[in-house]
Nanobody
Framework: QVQLVESGGGLVQAGGSLRLSCAAS????????MAWFRQAPGKAREYVAS????????YYADSVRGRFTISRDNAKNTVYLQMNSLKPEDTAIYYC?????????????????WGQGTQVTVSS
């Protein structure tokens, strides 16, 4: 059974940093593309960042490029999201996803498995 468990969320002041982790089990982690999405209250889930299997190419939404960094440790079956210079508009529940479909990296349907999410709140 595939499980993705996010951690590392919390309350932080604007300009601060957080590091999210997503631990995966029940799958061959190195063969999956991994991604972070987020959902703010009353809004649709939106793409944040992703990292490919293999070469580990990374991609970012324009809103977070230069502030967030996605990385993975295949030995630990874990994907990370380092978030710096946080803004109140980054407040959301952050979800990690795993998938192997041949779809655009920011397409939600690319990812078959999702975690339960971790809350990030940025105060002004």
């Amino acid at each position: 059974q595939v499980q993705l468990v996010e951690s590392g969320g919390g309350l932080v002041q604007a300009g601060g940093s957080l590091r999210l982790s997503c631990a995966a089990s029940g799958l061959t982690f190195s063969t999956y593309h991994m991604a972070w999405f987020r959902q703010a209250p009353g809004k649709a889930r939106e793409y944040v960042a992703s990292i490919r299997r293999g070469a580990g190419n990374t991609y970012y939404a324009d809103s977070v490029r230069g502030r967030f960094t996605i990385s993975r440790d295949n030995a630990k079956n874990t994907v990370y999201l380092q978030m710096n210079s946080l803004k109140p508009e980054d407040t959301a529940i952050y979800y990690c996803g795993a998938g192997r479909r041949r779809l655009y990296y920011s397409d939600r349907d690319r990812y078959d498995y999702w975690g339960q999410g971790t809350q990030v709140t940025v105060s002004s």
